[in-house]
């Protein structure tokens, strides 16, 4: 039996040792801070976009494979009431990528609580929504062996065959070379009553996106500045960007009419990003790294996992 350690227990770490698990590997995932609950990562908070809409096939298809990964896992990690994409034309949305791949979408207006902007295309996509993101990283976590308040200064130190490193914006700390930025970003809640809304994803020519928007179990909404941070250091604990919390709320003002357009909140949280929003997912003899962030990375966590593991484990 391969003897594998994990260096972080945010959800890449926790997927990975799932994805290990069931492959046979005896696995034991070490955390630097005492709760796994912890909001200094990538990973705290109660939800995450999920959707197939994206411009490039290869996307639409890790997508695909992790809402089938999702459901296995079980019947209440996503919530499936969709996504409207917003771009300022047609052929900026995800439309030619859904079509090739085969995934349903429509321009029929669906929604009237998300309203708009005069000239805009809104690309409907039924099979989106959010993963319930600290109920998945549990269901991961599930009868694994979490060592907690262990901080991990080298893989040299860990008593394994391989060493799994999943360490979110520290990752540099184990791989120096790693061509990623981490940044500080910022979201904010919402007052909306109802039926959950659809997640919302504005795209803008050449940048890719940069407004989000998506239900909140508590509040009714969360949303955020894609790329609106500043660079910094992990080690350091920072609050949520007061003018970046204006920006979202003159935006969620703009685009959910129904909502109460002061936040009731805001919270940061940290992207390690590579310059065109791809993940680092390699093995360096006895450890694997894995940077799965960029902004965007939740939603694949049960199908990088397993991509973690087969390269863990060969
Ligand atoms: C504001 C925001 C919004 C996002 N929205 C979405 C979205 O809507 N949809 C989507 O799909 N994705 C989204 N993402 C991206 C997604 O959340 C990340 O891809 C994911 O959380 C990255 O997880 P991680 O496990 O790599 O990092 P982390 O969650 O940061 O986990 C790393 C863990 O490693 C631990 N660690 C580090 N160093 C050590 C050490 N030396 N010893 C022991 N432990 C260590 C840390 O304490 C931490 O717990 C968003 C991210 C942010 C920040």
């Known amino acids: ?13 926790s997927a990975a ?12 995932v070490y955390e630097q801070f ?15 976009i ?4 994206y411009p490039h096939d290869e996307w639409v298809r890790l997508a695909e494979e992790s809402l089938a990964l999702w459901q296995a896992l079980g019947d209440d990690l996503l919530s499936l009431h969709g996504l409207v994409e917003l771009a300022p034309a047609r052929e900026l949305t995800s439309v030619d990528a859904l079509e090739r ?3 349903a979408f429509s321009f029929e207006p669906h929604d009237e609580r998300v309203r708009v902007p005069d000239g805009w295309s809104a690309l409907w996509q039924p099979l989106a929504g959010v993963v319930f993101a600290d109920r998945a990283r549990r269901r991961f976590l599930r009868d694994v062996d979490v060592r907690t308040g262990v901080h991990v200064e080298s893989p040299d130190d860990l008593d394994a065959d391989v060493v799994v490193v999943t360490a979110g914006p520290w990752v540099r700390r184990f791989a120096p070379d790693l061509p990623v930025r981490v940044t500080r970003e910022t979201v904010a809640y919402f007052r909306a009553d109802g039926p959950p809304l659809p997640s919302v994803v504005e795209l803008h020519a050449g940048r890719g996106h940069a407004m989000y928007a998506l239900h909140d179990p508590v509040h009714g ?24 919390v204006a920006r979202i709320a003159e935006w969620t003002a703009a685009h959910f009419p129904n909502a109460d357009p002061d936040p009731v909140g805001a919270q940061s949280c940290i992207y390690t990003s590579t310059s065109d929003e791809s993940f680092v997912l390699e093995r360096r003899g006895r450890v694997v790294i894995g940077s799965p962030c960029s902004g965007h990375g939740f939603k694949f966590a049960p199908a990088l996992g397993r991509r973690l593991a087969d390269l863990a484990l060969g």
């Open 101 to 103: 791949c085969g995934a």
């Open 1 to 13: 039996m391969t003897r594998v350690a994990v260096v972080g227990a945010g959800v890449m770490g």
């Open 50 to 53: 999920f959707r197939l809409a």
């Open 17 to 28: 040792a799932w994805a290990l698990r069931e492959r046979g590997a005896e696995v034991a």
């Open 34 to 48: 005492a709760d796994v609950e912890h909001d200094r990562g990538s990973s705290h908070g109660r939800t995450r």
């Open 221 to 244: 909404l969360k949303v955020g500045a894609h790329f609106a941070g500043h660079e910094t250091d992990p080690d350091e604990e920072e609050g949520p960007d007061d003018e970046i």
